[in-house]
């Protein structure tokens, strides 16, 4: 005797591809097709109503993705998806006069200075569902595993990538800003090279 | 050494921060695997001054899960000359041959049931089995015996004059 097997309805591949219509920067009307690379879908449209816990994709040291879901535990969120700190924060340094103030503790002829944090512009970040690469992500390399591995997150330093799989290249995209014009760079690309290993690095050290 | 670079991607937008990278069998050129500098160029910064290794990664590019250690078996069988899968073959073709020759028996004998008299076999055989009687101990006759333990009867040996 066995129990009687419901399958469930499945979602087809054809519904999730499905393109969906945005409005950005409040005027400006834009299509937008998800994507599916590795297993992850990228620009997938919004639920109507947000979802605390909706599962976020992590990466590991190889680069790997991993889909991470969030519970509730205890009244807490476990793996609850990453916040970024002020790491995509633009800074700016705001001054005030006492005239503005009128703090009880300033004298008149003092200065306030505060430091503003303006977030990011989201229109394009908000589609991507894999956890962005910060300073505090970045992991060691060199032989004393001292120097950051700057600007990646992953791959780790001497992973092995094996053929056929797609590995995410993560890196921290404010590290390219320029400290005179303070902006970042707009493009980037990705290259590969061949390094050419000295004996005793391929295994064939002196006895 | 730009020279030495066997992969460079499209311009990309940075804001997006990653690059999703498939591994393909031609970067090793025939090899297991090869180790190779990962890098990232800003539009800010020309081809020419571009340095790959300044904030480079390095990392390994292989073909698939390797296997290090060998067992004792196939270190023998390396030792006694055989490099190939022949041992294999050779092997099974030993039980495959004796399950053959059982299945072969089975219906040779199954064909033939009627046809064969092992009778004086079969009498020759019964004529040979013993009645088995148990131990001593379990007879229904002898349970109620008290069989006591072997004790050292007394000696009165006289000690002789050149003993004492």
Redesign the interface.
Same mark, same amino acid.
């Given at each position: 005797i066995r129990n009687v097997i419901e399958p469930k309805p499945k979602t087809t591949s054809s519904e999730e591809i499905r393109p969906w219509m945005r409005t950005i920067y409040s005027t400006v009307k834009e299509v937008v097709t998800p994507t599916v690379?590795?297993g992850v879908t990228f620009s997938r449209k919004p639920l109507a109503t947000p979802d605390p816990l909706e599962p976020w994709v992590s990466l590991n040291k190889e680069?790997l993705p991993k889909t991470i879901k969030p519970k509730i535990k205890n009244g807490r969120t476990e793996n609850a998806s990453p916040t970024y700190s002020t790491y995509f924060k633009t800074v700016s340094t705001k001054t005030f006069d006492y005239e503005e103030l009128q703090a009880h503790n300033m004298d008149p002829n003092d200065v306030y200075e505060e430091e503003v944090f303006e977030d990011e512009d989201k229109t394009?970040?908000s589609l991507?569902p894999?956890i962005?690469?910060t300073p505090d992500r970045y992991l060691n390399?060199g032989l004393a595993k001292n120097v950051p +591995?700057?600007?990646?997150c992953t791959?780790r !330093?001497?992973?092995?990538?094996?053929?056929?799989?797609?590995?995410?290249?993560?890196?921290?995209?404010n590290f390219?800003r +320029?400290e005179l014009t303070d902006e970042?760079? !707009?493009?980037?690309?990705?290259?590969?090279?061949?390094?050419?290993?000295k004996s005793h690095?391929k295994g064939f050290g002196k006895r | 050494d730009m020279r030495a670079t066997f992969f460079s991607s499209e311009w990309i937008r940075n804001v997006d921060g990653l690059y999703p990278l498939e591994i393909y069998e031609e970067w090793l050129n025939g090899k297991y695997e090869r180790k190779v500098v990962l890098s990232v160029q800003p539009s800010t910064i020309p081809d020419d001054e571009f340095n790959h290794l300044e904030h480079g990664l390095l990392i390994n590019i292989a073909l698939g899960s390797r296997v290090f250690k060998k067992t004792k078996e196939q270190l023998a069988l390396e030792d006694a000359g055989i490099m190939d899968d022949t041992w294999y073959y050779v092997a099974l073709s030993i039980p495959t041959a004796v399950l053959i020759a059982c299945v072969g028996m089975y219906f040779f004998l199954y064909l033939n049931r009627h046809n064969r008299d092992i009778s004086d076999v079969r009498r020759f055989a019964l004529s040979k089995r013993r009645r088995v009687i148990g131990k001593f101990k379990d007879m229904k006759k002898y349970k109620n015996i008290n069989n006591r333990r072997y004790d050292e009867l007394p000696s009165y040996n006289k000690k002789n004059s050149k003993q004492s």
């Amino acid at each position: 005797i066995r129990n009687v097997i419901e399958p469930k309805p499945k979602t087809t591949s054809s519904e999730e591809i499905r393109p969906w219509m945005r409005t950005i920067y409040s005027t400006v009307k834009e299509v937008v097709t998800p994507t599916v690379i590795a297993g992850v879908t990228f620009s997938r449209k919004p639920l109507a109503t947000p979802d605390p816990l909706e599962p976020w994709v992590s990466l590991n040291k190889e680069g790997l993705p991993k889909t991470i879901k969030p519970k509730i535990k205890n009244g807490r969120t476990e793996n609850a998806s990453p916040t970024y700190s002020t790491y995509f924060k633009t800074v700016s340094t705001k001054t005030f006069d006492y005239e503005e103030l009128q703090a009880h503790n300033m004298d008149p002829n003092d200065v306030y200075e505060e430091e503003v944090f303006e977030d990011e512009d989201k229109t394009y970040v908000s589609l991507n569902p894999i956890i962005r690469c910060t300073p505090d992500r970045y992991l060691n390399k060199g032989l004393a595993k001292n120097v950051p +591995s700057e600007p990646f997150c992953t791959p780790r !330093e001497n992973s092995e990538l094996k053929v056929g799989k797609t590995y995410f290249v993560t890196w921290y995209t404010n590290f390219f800003r +320029s400290e005179l014009t303070d902006e970042t760079a !707009e493009k980037v690309r990705i290259h590969l090279s061949y390094v050419r290993e000295k004996s005793h690095e391929k295994g064939f050290g002196k006895r | 050494d730009m020279r030495a670079t066997f992969f460079s991607s499209e311009w990309i937008r940075n804001v997006d921060g990653l690059y999703p990278l498939e591994i393909y069998e031609e970067w090793l050129n025939g090899k297991y695997e090869r180790k190779v500098v990962l890098s990232v160029q800003p539009s800010t910064i020309p081809d020419d001054e571009f340095n790959h290794l300044e904030h480079g990664l390095l990392i390994n590019i292989a073909l698939g899960s390797r296997v290090f250690k060998k067992t004792k078996e196939q270190l023998a069988l390396e030792d006694a000359g055989i490099m190939d899968d022949t041992w294999y073959y050779v092997a099974l073709s030993i039980p495959t041959a004796v399950l053959i020759a059982c299945v072969g028996m089975y219906f040779f004998l199954y064909l033939n049931r009627h046809n064969r008299d092992i009778s004086d076999v079969r009498r020759f055989a019964l004529s040979k089995r013993r009645r088995v009687i148990g131990k001593f101990k379990d007879m229904k006759k002898y349970k109620n015996i008290n069989n006591r333990r072997y004790d050292e009867l007394p000696s009165y040996n006289k000690k002789n004059s050149k003993q004492s």
